[in-house]
């Protein structure tokens, strides 16, 4: 047990990662049509360019993780979320291609469309396949029993679009640290409105998802869950609050780490709500676990790996700290 728990333990730390790191620069291509000169756009990009390759390692780690710690999972969710899942891995390959072209290009207009449109698939991707295991996952004999069209419905498509606003406060917020000048006014004029669209977002989600699971009511209110898991909201209400007192005192470094707060309070109160259940409402992280032995040995390699990963993204932080603007580089 101890075992299964330490691997979901890592699991869940490499996807926050994701989602917080690679989700700023997902949010910075949505604002791109929110952005008309060409020149606040180089600075953009050139705000993300040195950790673009370090925020999606936490993506090849966490699915590498699933595969070798839960391979039930990584079988079930394959074959029930095999089309936003390809969606979600076109879009990521299509952004990576602009990306680079767009750096050399004479005309960018172009790329920066394809850039936006191949980051929003994979936004959108995102959400369907996180909506559609919220929604539940048809499941007999430990394989996946239901149709390929299962994942979109009404919430899927709900938790979909409110990623874009939780991506654009990312991006929002990491301008305002990372440049100055007219860019940084971009992320203060857009901080405000897709943080209200977040906190709005969450609510009717954590009303909704009662309806589709029972279980997370009953786990609310009773021991030993209850006196912990109101402390998530408690954390949200509170990096909300923060993060606005921020944006309107014009802090730096403060609307970032508050946004970071307010992802980390959902991440976690819907984790938490739903244990034990690897995917709810069947199957549970022990069913889906593999065998003692390979997750001993597998943790091995984990042990090598992770503090290697937790470092390279640590140190590239480091070396591209402070701002960055038009003429320059990094200071």
């Known amino acids: 047990m101890v075992l299964i728990h330490l691997w979901a333990g890592i699991i869940g730390l490499a996807m926050i990662l994701y989602i917080i790191l690679d989700g700023i620069s997902l949010g910075m291509a949505l604002l791109f049509p929110l952005a ?41 969710l394959s074959s029930a979320l095999y089309i936003p899942l390809m969606a979600f891995v076109m879009g990521l390959i299509f952004r990576g ?91 203060y004029r857009y901080a405000l409105p897709s943080t ?18 029972p ?19 408690l954390l949200g209400l509170i990096s909300a609050y923060l993060l606005l007192k921020a944006l309107h005192e014009r802090r730096e470094p403060a609307p970032l780490l508050c946004a970071f707060g307010l992802f980390l309070s959902g991440y976690l109160g819907l984790i938490t709500s739903l244990y034990p259940y690897a995917i709810p409402p069947t199957l549970t992280f022990t069913e889906a676990a593999a065998q003692p032995e390979t997750l001993r040995f597998t943790l091995w390699g984990a042990a090598i790996v992770l503090p290697v990963v937790i470092g390279y993204v640590v140190y590239s932080y480091a070396v591209f700290r402070g701002k960055v603007g038009a003429g320059r580089s990094y200071e």
């Open 97 to 187: 291609v602009t990306f680079e072209f767009r750096t050399n290009a004479k005309k960018k207009g172009a790329w920066d469309r394809a850039f936006f449109f191949g980051s929003l698939v994979a936004v959108l991707s995102q959400g369907f396949m996180l909506g559609g295991i919220l929604s539940g996952i048809s499941i007999s004999q430990d394989v996946f029993s239901g149709g390929a069209m299962d994942w979109l419905n009404t919430f899927s498509l709900l938790v979909g679009f409110s990623l874009i606003p939780g991506y654009v406060m990312l991006a929002s917020c990491y301008l305002i640290l990372k440049t100055e000048g007219e860019v940084q006014e971009l992320g």
């Open 36 to 76: 008309a000169d060409p020149k606040k756009r180089a600075i953009m990009t050139e705000s993300i360019a040195p950790v673009w390759d370090t925020n999606q390692t936490w993506l090849v780690f966490g699915a590498a993780a699933i595969f070798a710690a839960f391979p039930s999972v990584y079988a079930i």
């Open 215 to 233: 279980l997370v009511w009953q786990h609310w209110f009773s021991a030993p869950r209850i006196h912990f898991v109101w402390s998530f909201p």
């Open 196 to 213: 209200l669209l977040v906190l709005f977002f969450m609510a009717v989600v954590t009303v909704w998802t009662p309806y589709h699971y």
